[in-house]
């Protein structure tokens, strides 16, 4: 793994427990092995980095990673030689990564049958995410033909993805375009902000469903998609997800995190040719918290 | 009284073009880029009071204003004198407070468009008429902390 840095004047300890997904002691250990280095010069632990130094992790001591098939009870919506469409429940993390490899979707899918290689061993099948506590519709290549197939309809945003989100506040205007660009939060390397230092364009379609007394249910088309996209651009107006443990703002509801469901996704299917389109049901944590907001 | 009355005018005034300006030419929730990683222009809809407190109140925010408007006449203006720093400052005030009423009023929602971000600080978005109402406190209560300490009581 190669990372370029963005910050100035920080330890490169303190840097990689937030940048990456390992913990200080695993980066310790590696950096005692003389496993991560920076331009290629080994390094001591408190390090002070610069910005645009090179760190390159060699890590060895995971060899002993197994992604192992997980029998799991999968919501299966769609599934032919090529592809599954999967509607992911709460509180699932899509795919393993460094430090944890147990329970994801991708260990469950590849209980259920062969995925596509091309992503990494950590990503099999895996051609977009949505967030561990964000549920909907998800589709994953079974093998590499379909997954670049799905790849470039993405990269080429001629797929349909549409969301639904419960967000604070009373969204007076029908219809909005955020256009921000986003990139990781300067304060807390762990979020994403919007942003002009190292950002990407980001763009999100807002339609208003419905308008409660204090909340709005929204519908959602994204352009692009960055992570966290929704949930920063509509904190960024002023209206956050509700029940968002990261960028909420509000109180929380309880532990099913934001109010957020990838409800359509459509896609031309990578043989036939032809094009698909699945719609999902709001789950029943999303149900739950919208009800008290539809009584009061 | 008349000076008073004429700032608060302009600045009812300056508040209400910038908003129609803004209104007709950006798009709601749109947000332009005006100095890299500053300064942008986002219209933003604010039902709620500063930094969206009380959001969606809107007779409770009117009847707020209404009374802050009461208050400040009894305190600062009722059979006072007042001075001229003052009158600038107290028009000041009441230009801001109007100027947002006015929208709270029109369209149950205060247009807000100024959006810094501050030491990577995304500050909530805000208005002219939001800059007049806190430049003219914190000069006002600077003064007042200044007076009670001359041991001045002039009031």
């Not at chain 2, 028009?91 to 029109?106: E, K, P, T, Y």
Request: proline share 2%; aromatic share 8%; with cysteine.
């Amino acid at each position: 793994m190669e990372i370029i840095v963005d910050k100035n004047d920080i330890r490169i300890d303190t840097y990689l427990t937030e940048v990456t997904e390992y913990s200080r002691s695993k980066i310790e250990k590696l950096i005692k092995n003389n496993d991560i280095t920076v331009n290629d010069k080994e390094i001591k632990k408190s390090y002070v980095l610069k910005e645009n130094d090179i760190i390159k992790i060699n890590d060895i001591i995971e060899e002993d990673i197994n992604i192992e098939p997980e029998k799991m009870d999968l919501d299966i919506v769609y599934e032919d030689d090529d592809v599954i469409v999967v509607n992911k429940p709460n509180g699932m993390v899509v795919h393993p990564a460094p430090g944890n490899y147990h329970h994801t979707l991708v260990n469950g899918l590849m209980y259920h049958s062969k995925l596509s290689s091309i992503n990494g061993e950590f990503r099999p099948g895996i051609v977009h995410r949505i967030d561990a506590y964000t549920t909907g519709l998800l589709m994953v290549a079974k093998n590499d033909k379909a997954h670049m197939a799905l790849a470039k309809q993405l990269e080429e945003k001629t797929t349909t993805r549409k969301y639904i989100a419960l967000v604070w506040g009373v969204i007076n205007t029908d219809t909005g375009t955020i256009d921000a660009p986003i990139g990781r939060d300067t304060n807390d390397r762990k979020k994403m902000a919007v942003t002009d230092i190292n950002s990407k364009d980001a763009v999100t379609h807002f339609t208003v469903l419905e308008r409660y007394s204090n909340a709005t249910l929204i519908e959602l088309k994204l352009e692009t998609g960055r992570t966290h996209q929704i949930r920063v651009h509509m904190n960024y107006i002023g209206y956050p997800v509700v029940n968002d443990p990261v960028y909420g703002r509000r109180k929380l509801i309880d532990e099913t995190g934001q109010c957020l469901h990838a409800k359509t996704l459509g896609f031309v299917h990578p043989t036939t040719g032809k094009y698909l389109e699945f719609d999902s049901e709001l789950p029943e944590c999303f149900l739950n918290i919208l009800k008290q907001f539809k009584d009061s | 009284m008349k000076k008073l009355a004429i700032i608060s005018l302009v600045c009812i005034i300056i508040d209400q073009i910038i908003k129609v300006v803004i209104t007709t030419n950006v798009e709601f929730a749109h947000s332009i880029n005006v100095v890299n990683n500053f300064f942008r222009i986002t219209y933003l809809q604010n039902t709620g009071a500063a930094w969206s407190i009380l959001s969606g109140n809107r007779i409770l925010l009117i009847i707020v204003t209404v009374i802050a408007l009461g208050i400040i006449y009894y305190v600062f203006l009722k059979d006072k004198k007042i001075k001229n720093y003052e009158s600038i400052l107290l028009g000041l005030l009441l230009g801001g407070i109007i100027g947002n009423l006015i929208d709270r009023v029109r369209f149950g929602y205060v247009i807000d468009y100024l959006d810094f971000n501050i030491f990577s600080y995304h500050y909530p978005v805000f208005n002219f008429a939001d800059i007049c109402i806190v430049i003219s406190i914190i000069i006002l209560v600077i003064i007042s902390l200044k007076e009670d300490k001359n041991g001045n009581n002039s009031r």
